[in-house]
């Protein structure tokens, strides 16, 4: 697992609790859950939201949420992020004067999938990116990270409840993170992204949950030419992928796929009934055969 630079720790404390139980035949049964806990995030003094989170990287959660939202800018110079565990705040503060309040409803994300975001505006900046056409997904690449994916350790395995996202370059996968809400899992790697100034077009974006039109919207947005999912689609956010012209793959799972946008980056270099149990038999044939 060297190749992660970020990924989950399902050994972490914070992120799971043991709760008893019984299962179906009446028997007592102890079983991990994950846990969410609230974070309050600020911008420059101004309470923005409050957010349902497992609580590891508050403060990629909080640039990402930022930049998603369009409440920060690409170029903006982020003075401080602090974050207060006791009082589960996190506060981002930068050069340019902010001030929100028209715009803001108080109000708090739930960990359902259907609420992550606060506001109906991210339609902003997404006519304006143009993702990069040069950009390449090889199938030997994408069966390599779904394989490395479906055996790292995470909070999925240990405990459920919980969405995943990747970012991967080429067949190596860079950051792993994941959230009980799959686009605080989002936004955690676009502040990733930011705050480390990574460039994202020739980038790859793996997310465990649906790909809807906020999905594709918030990948358009961070600038990434290609998004793969395990799960399906819905129209609008295929729509939306076909007018970007987001290379859109989901029903990702061994090595089957179906890609309904940008086919274009698509190289197929990979036999798709080929197997590793298939080459391990090839090479103990041809062993046998040399001797």
Not at 87 to 113: A, H, I, P
């Amino acid at each position: 697992m060297s190749e992660f630079i970020i990924r989950p720790n399902p050994e972490d404390p914070r992120l799971t609790e043991v709760v008893r139980g019984v299962d179906q035949t009446g028997a007592a049964v102890d079983t991990a859950v994950t846990v969410e806990r609230p974070l309050t995030l600020y911008l420059n003094g101004q309470e923005i939201v409050t957010m349902m989170t497992i609580g590891d990287h508050p403060e990629y959660l909080a640039l990402g949420y930022l930049l998603n939202q369009n409440m920060l800018r690409a170029d903006d110079n982020v003075t401080a992020i602090q974050f207060d565990e006791e009082l589960d705040v996190v506060v981002v503060r930068t050069d340019r004067r902010t001030d929100f309040e028209e715009k803001l409803k108080k109000k708090t994300l739930t960990s359902g999938c259907a609420q992550g975001t606060a506001f109906g505006d991210l339609m902003e900046r997404f006519e304006q990116v143009a993702l990069a056409e040069d950009a390449v997904l090889r199938t030997s690449w994408l069966y390599a990270l779904l394989h490395k994916v479906n055996t790292a350790p995470s909070l999925y395995l240990a405990a459920g409840a919980i969405h995943g996202c990747l970012l991967a370059q080429g067949d190596r996968p860079l950051v792993y993170m994941e959230d009980v809400g799959r686009h605080n899992a989002v936004d955690k790697i676009a502040g990733w992204m930011f705050q480390n100034r990574v460039p994202p077009d020739d980038k790859i974006f793996y997310t465990t949950g649906r790909l809807t039109s906020e999905m594709v919207i918030k990948t358009v947005q961070m600038g990434i030419p290609i998004l793969v999912s395990r799960s399906g689609f819905t129209a609008w956010g295929v729509q939306l992928a076909r007018q970007a012209g987001l290379t859109l793959v989901g029903r990702a799972r061994g090595k089957r796929f179906v890609a309904l946008s940008g086919e274009h980056r698509i190289v197929f270099d990979a036999d798709p009934t080929y197997s590793e149990e298939e080459a391990a038999r090839h090479r103990r044939k041809g062993a046998r055969d040399e001797d």
